[in-house]
């Protein structure tokens, strides 16, 4: 092994690989205070304008109420589903199991547009009406998928000699899950509940089929991107990012101890075996 | 244990009873409309035909757009492993003491709004886009590039921008697993670095990058928004057909009838893949 050896040319390579992930969100960031639209080289005038736009739009600010909420409900449904789920599969041997997992997992592999007319389809046949609700359904369904790997990933962590030592003491079940199980899960949950937040936040693909009058902020966003682009899509853009690296943020300190925090990639066969 | 097993069933319950009825129960509708018609007065007619998947397999439209899918999600794997492979590699093996901070700066862009990366790659690629703009103003082109938006390169790039992340973090993941001691008795007994690179971190690698190249293979060939945003009719995707017939093609018997098809794909290959991987690990 030459890792002495300082290899210049893959070195480079990464470089030009950060630079392609990091461009178009540096292009965004910057044209969001560019007073003469998204386009144009070079930048000028440089202003505060678009955000100012953008604070006094009431329809957008509306639109991240929706998805705050609709973000909130994902994020308990999701873990009030996925930790059973994920202890099961963790620690039962139970009759279907393999097909249990691979049911409420696919949503990860399978493209949000499936998910989503098939939602649809069961709230047309159950006569219900599009709304936050049905959107909700939709983020919920989709994320317990994200929810029940992250907290698996989490149990496997998990050293057992605290659960042993809580049944030897005499604690019953319940007793342990709630004062030994719980809190060693706390960072792992949190890190789940922050990245179903987050993505949530940004769903799109099931959300179309499923959404009522009531937009969320990615369909806003996306009904006027398809009307015409303005910087204040930038500007909307850039507190999306700054938010998005503050939750990352914040789930690598719940997580700490060097390690990578939660990201949603599934492990879609290191889970499933 | 009696109790162990009222306890299993306690908590498998709930989640059972979620997945039953908000994803098996959907899937088996899907699969019921996509043997429904749809009748003179736009009615869904309930009598089972196999009509929709005879009018997929004999008009040429579906086909093609499904051979084009496939064709970007192959597009997109292929580049993504180009730079997501090297760039695992680095992190890896020669990232030094920021390695931390570099690895980190791959999982950010993943919690980073899909939407607003698809956006900044619309608004580089427009004829009054950024890239346009400025090969003008640096009279490297007369006239703005107009290939670039709207089209299937479009959609490739910005689909590869989204899944190159995807990638990376299995193939780190298999990489950190090889033995060091591997790689210092392959150079000692011999074996130049590519050799070593060739015959050792390569194929031990393979897991990774099957699993990286599955997950963005799926999620790729599944994906509407992209080519909604970026790609011309020439880059319309299957999803895209499905998503139209839901909306504005008001046809959801047909449209029921592509997901299946889309979802037959998806299981075939992940079915294939995870064999693969499994070869693999045990090889």
Redesign the interface.
């Known amino acids: 092994?030459?890792?002495t050896r300082?290899?210049i040319l893959?070195?480079g390579?990464?470089g030009g690989?950060?630079a392609?992930?990091?461009?178009?969100?540096a292009?965004?960031i910057l044209?969001s205070f560019n007073r003469d639209?998204?386009?144009?080289?070079?930048p000028r005038h440089l202003t505060f304008d678009w955000y100012r736009v953008l604070f006094a739009d009431s329809a957008m600010w509306s639109a991240v109420e929706n998805s705050a909420i609709v973000a909130l409900a994902a994020v308990v449904i999701s873990i009030?589903?996925?930790f059973?789920?994920a202890?099961?599969l963790d620690?039962?041997a139970?009759p279907g199991k393999a097909a249990?997992q691979r049911?409420?997992l696919?949503?990860l592999?399978?493209?949000?547009?499936?998910t989503g007319?098939?939602?649809?389809?069961?709230v047309v046949?159950g006569g219900f009406h599009l709304s936050l609700t049905t959107v909700i359904?939709g983020h919920?369904?989709a994320l317990?998928a994200v929810a029940?790997t992250e907290i698996f990933a989490g149990f496997a962590k998990l050293d057992r000699s605290f659960e042993e030592a809580s049944a030897d003491l005499g604690a019953n079940?319940l007793q342990t899950l709630w004062r030994i199980v719980l809190p060693l899960m706390r960072t792992s949950l949190l890190g789940t509940a922050l990245?179903v937040f987050?993505l949530s936040?940004?769903e799109?693909?099931v959300t179309?089929?499923l959404i009522g009058r009531e937009n969320t902020l990615?369909l806003e966003?996306?009904s006027r991107?398809r009307r015409g682009?303005t910087p204040e899509?930038?500007a909307i853009?850039t507190i999306?990012?700054v938010f998005?690296?503050a939750?990352?943020f914040i789930s690598?300190r719940l997580v700490s101890g060097?390690e990578?925090?939660p990201?949603?990639?599934?492990?879609?066969?290191?889970a499933?075996? | 244990m009696q109790?162990t097993r009222w306890?299993?069933l306690l908590?498998?319950m709930?989640?059972?009873a979620?997945?039953t009825l908000?994803?098996?129960?959907?899937?088996c509708?899907?699969f019921c409309?996509s043997f429904w018609t749809l009748g003179e007065f736009q009615q869904i007619l309930h009598h089972p035909t196999l009509t929709n998947y005879a009018h997929l397999f004999t008009n040429p439209l579906y086909l093609t757009v499904i051979f084009r899918s496939l064709r970007i999600a192959f597009s997109v794997v292929l580049l993504s492993l180009l730079?997501?492979y090297?760039?695992a590699?680095?992190?890896v093996?020669?990232?030094g003491r920021y390695r931390?901070l570099?690895?980190?700066?791959?999982?950010?862009?993943?919690?980073?709004?899909?939407?607003?990366?698809a956006?900044?790659?619309?608004?580089?690629f427009?004829n009054?886009?950024?890239l346009?703009?400025?090969l003008?103003?640096s009279h490297a082109v007369n006239h703005p590039l107009s290939f670039l938006l709207y089209s299937p390169f479009a959609v490739i790039v910005t689909l590869t921008?989204i899944y190159?992340?995807?990638v990376v973090?299995?193939v780190v993941a298999s990489l950190e697993k090889i033995p060091?001691e591997l790689?210092?008795s392959s150079?000692d007994l011999g074996a130049r670095?590519w050799q070593?690179f060739l015959r050792v971190i390569l194929p031990l690698s393979l897991?990774g990058v099957i699993?990286g190249a599955?997950?963005a293979f799926?999620?790729s060939?599944?994906?509407?928004?992209a080519p909604l945003?970026l790609g011309g009719p020439s880059s319309v995707m299957i999803?895209n057909i499905?998503?139209n017939l839901?909306g504005a093609d008001y046809n959801?018997p047909l449209?029921?009838a592509v997901?299946v098809v889309?979802?037959i794909i998806?299981v075939t290959i992940?079915s294939i893949t995870?064999r693969l991987?499994?070869r693999q690990r045990f090889a």
């Open positions: 092994m030459n890792s300082k290899p893959l070195t390579f990464a690989a950060y392609f992930l990091y461009f178009p969100i292009v965004l044209y639209g998204v386009g144009g080289f070079p009030l589903i996925g059973p789920a202890y099961a620690r039962y139970f249990f049911l409420i696919l949503p592999i399978v493209p949000g547009v499936i007319i098939s939602l649809l389809l069961l046949s359904l919920a369904t317990t029940t079940g990245l987050t936040m940004d799109i693909a179309f089929f990615p966003i996306w991107l682009a899509m930038n853009s999306i990012f998005s690296v939750a990352i690598q060097g990578a925090g990201a949603p990639t599934p492990e879609i066969t290191g499933a075996q | 109790s306890n299993a908590v498998t709930p989640p059972f979620w997945i908000f994803l098996f129960l959907p899937y509708l899907l409309y730079i997501g090297p760039l590699y680095f992190l093996f020669h990232s931390h570099l690895y980190q700066a791959v999982i950010i862009p993943l919690w980073v709004s899909y939407l607003v990366r956006y900044a790659w619309k608004v580089i427009g009054e886009g950024v346009n703009t400025l003008l103003w921008h190159v992340p995807f973090l299995p060091r790689l210092e150079s670095p070593t897991p699993s599955t997950l799926l999620l060939f599944g994906d509407f928004l945003l999803a499905v998503a839901f959801w449209g029921a997901a889309i979802l998806v992940l995870q991987e499994r």
